[in-house]
């Protein structure tokens, strides 16, 4: 199973909705990442996990809360959200180290009104 | 900061014919380079991992090479299909972190 699972693959909130998203994979990776994407824009990195524990923030608002349960799930909890976090959210994982591939789920799509 | 450039932006070519696309990096202190490819309102596949101590790698009809001292990767595809219609991202790594580079969109026209 070479698969990252990512749920929803849409989703539409208010600002003032708790929301959350899900991924899962099952490849025994030990380093788990989210991703934002703007339409037209690169990937840009968020958060990373490295054996369930918080490696990188790369500044992210605090409207965006990352917890990793176990080694197979990550989830990224959404609260008072802005019309400028629309956007694709990855989710992203490999094995640590300095030369792993990294394996994408195919993203949800966040609306946020 | 490391600064990722691609060129072209957008490419559109008949099938059959080969292509590359270009990659540029500011920060030659890298520990690898990635190349991806994204179909649209999709996640990315991995096509290719060229270590920094590596000068190309290949797979299929697709060879990657690397300059780590001029700060350059091409992406070279032979024999183009329209299946390959994508946006193609090189991803310049460091530790636990890619730092992805603009696109280049190619369309295939059968």
């Known amino acids: 199973d070479t698969e990252v699972t990512q749920t929803p693959k849409h989703l539409v909130m208010g600002m003032t909705n708790k929301k959350s998203l899900k991924c899962e994979q099952h490849?025994?990776?030990?380093?788990m990442y989210w991703y934002k994407q703007k339409a037209k824009k690169p990937p840009e990195l968020m958060f990373v996990?490295?054996?369930?524990?918080?490696?990188i923030n790369e500044s992210v608002p605090s409207r965006f809360s990352p917890e990793c349960p176990n080694s197979s799930l990550l989830n990224l909890h959404l609260h008072a959200l802005q019309p400028e976090d629309s956007a694709l959210y990855l989710c992203?994982?490999?094995?640590?180290?300095?030369?792993?591939?990294?394996?994408f789920g195919s993203g949800t799509q966040l609306s946020v009104l | 900061k490391q600064e990722v450039t691609q060129i072209p932006a957008a490419l559109s070519v008949p099938e059959g014919e080969n292509l590359v696309l270009n990659c540029s990096f500011t920060?030659?202190?890298?520990?690898?380079l990635q190349w991806f490819r994204q179909d649209p309102g999709k996640g990315l596949t991995s096509l290719l991992l060229?270590?920094?101590?590596?000068r190309e790698q290949t797979s299929g009809r697709l060879n990657a090479s690397l300059d780590k001292s001029s700060g350059r990767s091409t992406l070279y595809i032979a024999a183009s299909q329209p299946g390959d219609s994508a946006t193609y991202l090189c991803?310049?790594?460091?530790?636990?972190?890619?730092?992805f580079g603009t696109g280049t969109r190619l369309l295939v026209s059968p």
């Open positions: 920060d030659s202190a890298i520990y690898n």
């Open positions: 060229i270590q920094s101590s590596q």
């Open positions: 490849m025994g990776h030990r380093a």
């Open positions: 996990y490295s054996y369930e524990k918080l490696s």
């Open positions: 991803a310049v790594g460091g530790f636990q972190k890619l730092v």
């Open positions: 992203a994982s490999s094995q640590p180290g300095l030369n792993e591939k990294l394996f």
